[in-house]
């Protein structure tokens, strides 16, 4: 039985009419998709584990986009905003995270017909069927969703007609383990290790200031953090930077001449640029195994060719991509590409072999669906391990599903969107792509832009 025979009846016909869509996260996608529903007149519940919108943004709000305006506002909630007298920026102007966050989003979480159907630090543990884990057919897609929540007032079940997931994947980074699974030795040394992005420059200066740091991973989110730490060095003295990869070469973050988006152009030139002037050591070929505490430092073991190096340092940032967290989906039926847990008709027009963001072509609910008739994973979550998504790709997805959930088809088959132009976003300088390079997203994966 193919996917589309599995397709949810719409809400128009569905027996669960009196319930809401449930909406997993409160970032950029999650909201637009309640501002999709807000226009169809089609009732929502969003669950935000942070304890504020757009909680994964905020933790590297520091960081300026290399996106513009005009790609960073999704029509519904434009529309939405500007009938509540809400000017849009100017649209050349690229801002940081923080700004997206407070001349954006929390405008548009603060909306009345937004606000009044989301929930901060209300974290969903667990979808399923009320009544019906994985194993049970009949009935299946009349039966209610059931999401377990958590939060400060202890754990709550809630029923939903359907379901997006538009958590992200900011909180699941991937292992510094080449192999991908948690390396042996890193309980030990988690106060030496940080999330990607930190704010070198601001809040977390005396954590790098005049201290060596080993920075792993060969994306954006590393470039932006290796370019902050050399602007900390040159007024910090003492402070050294190294830079690990596990491929030959330095993978190529975009540096194309017809890149529409110059600020991400200029990215993989200031690096290399870096590297040049010994500014930033570059260890190249380097397959992390195992991680060792040395006091208040760690070192890394890993892998070099035929020999086992170490390197140590006072601080490891892991800017090696992300993953999306499955757990909470155990009893919901997925179908996923093996390689980058993509939605499998998705995976193969997002494969970061073979394109790059501006190459992705525009989908909707057709590419999204899963055996579980309405369940949708969108935005960065849909992209899987795939490095390539853009925030207005998300937005053209949750248009798409919410059409088709109000049973409006013509709507939600016409997925129409233009995307900037890019270059090569995650191949390296030998041709080798790499899915752990993050790309097109703001200087970060983690929003995407």
């Given at each position: 039985m193919t996917l589309v025979e599995l397709t949810a009846p719409t809400l128009h016909d569905n027996p669960l009419v009196d319930l809401p869509v449930a909406i997993i996260g409160a970032g950029p996608i999650g909201l637009a998709a309640a501002a999709n529903l807000v226009e169809r007149g089609i009732p929502f519940e969003i669950y935000e584990a942070g304890d504020r919108v757009a909680d994964s943004i905020q933790s590297w709000g520091h960081t300026r986009l290399f996106t513009p305006w005009r790609h960073l506002v999704d029509p519904a909630s434009r529309r939405l905003l500007e009938a509540a007298g809400w000017t849009h920026p100017r649209e050349d102007v690229l801002p940081t995270g923080s700004e997206l966050v407070e001349a954006y989003l929390r405008p548009l979480a603060a909306l009345p017909a937004v606000a009044e159907h989301l929930s901060t630090g209300a974290r969903v543990t667990g979808v399923s069927r009320d009544g019906a884990d994985r194993t049970r057919t009949s009935g299946r897609e009349r039966t209610a969703f059931l999401l377990r929540v958590s939060g400060a007032d202890g754990t709550r079940e809630v029923r939903a007609r359907a379901v997006i997931d538009a958590s992200g994947t900011y909180r699941s980074p991937n292992s510094?383990?080449?192999?991908?699974?948690?390396?042996?030795?890193?309980?030990?040394?988690?106060?030496?290790?940080?999330?990607?992005?930190?704010?070198?420059?601001?809040?977390?200066?005396?954590?790098?200031?005049?201290?060596?740091?080993?920075?792993?991973?060969?994306?954006?989110?590393?470039?932006?953090?290796?370019?902050?730490?050399?602007?900390?060095?040159?007024?910090?003295?003492?402070?050294?930077?190294?830079?690990?990869?596990?491929?030959?070469?330095?993978?190529?973050?975009?540096?194309?001449?017809?890149?529409?988006?110059?600020?991400?152009?200029?990215?993989?030139?200031?690096?290399?640029?870096?590297?040049?002037?010994?500014?930033?050591?570059?260890?190249?070929?380097?397959?992390?195994?195992?991680?060792?505490?040395?006091?208040?430092?760690?070192?890394?073991?890993?892998?070099?060719?035929?020999?086992?190096?170490?390197?140590?340092?006072?601080?490891?940032?892991?800017?090696?991509?992300?993953?999306?967290?499955?757990?909470?989906?155990?009893?919901?039926?997925?179908?996923?590409?093996?390689?980058?847990?993509?939605?499998?008709?998705?995976?193969?027009?997002?494969?970061?072999?073979?394109?790059?963001?501006?190459?992705?072509?525009?989908?909707?609910?057709?590419?999204?669906?899963?055996?579980?008739?309405?369940?949708?994973?969108?935005?960065?979550?849909?992209?899987?391990?795939?490095?390539?998504?853009?925030?207005?790709?998300?937005?053209?997805?949750?248009?798409?599903?919410?059409?088709?959930?109000?049973?409006?088809r013509a709507a939600a088959a016409k997925v129409e969107l233009v995307l900037p132009a890019t270059g090569v976003c995650s191949s390296s300088l030998g041709g080798t792509a790499s899915?752990?390079?993050?790309?097109?997203?703001?200087?970060?994966?983690?929003s995407c832009a």
């Open positions: 510094l383990a080449s192999s991908g699974l948690d390396l042996l030795g890193a309980e030990e040394v988690q106060h030496a290790i940080s999330t990607a992005l930190p704010d070198v420059l601001g809040a977390e200066r005396e954590r790098f200031a005049a201290r060596h740091t080993i920075v792993v991973g060969a994306g954006h989110s590393a470039a932006n953090t290796l370019l902050a730490l050399a602007e900390l060095a040159a007024g910090a003295p003492g402070t050294t930077i190294t830079w690990v990869i596990r491929n030959s070469a330095a993978v190529r973050v975009s540096s194309a001449a017809d890149d529409e988006l110059p600020a991400r152009a200029s990215l993989g030139g200031r690096v290399q640029q870096l590297v040049a002037q010994g500014r930033v050591r570059l260890v190249d070929r380097f397959e992390i195994v195992r991680l060792r505490r040395d006091g208040e430092r760690v070192t890394l073991i890993g892998h070099r060719g035929d020999a086992l190096e170490e390197l140590t340092a006072d601080t490891v940032v892991n800017a090696t991509g992300f993953r999306p967290d499955l757990d909470l989906l155990r009893e919901i039926r997925l179908d996923l590409d093996e390689v980058v847990e993509a939605p499998r008709r998705l995976a193969p027009l997002i494969d970061p072999n073979l394109h790059s963001c501006g190459t992705v072509r525009p989908h909707g609910f057709a590419e999204l669906q899963h055996p579980e008739p309405g369940f949708f994973l969108a935005g960065m979550k849909s992209y899987g391990r795939a490095p390539t998504f853009l925030l207005a790709t998300g937005y053209e997805q949750v248009r798409s599903i919410v059409a088709h959930l109000a049973g409006d899915a752990s390079s993050s790309c097109c997203g703001p200087a970060s994966p983690s």
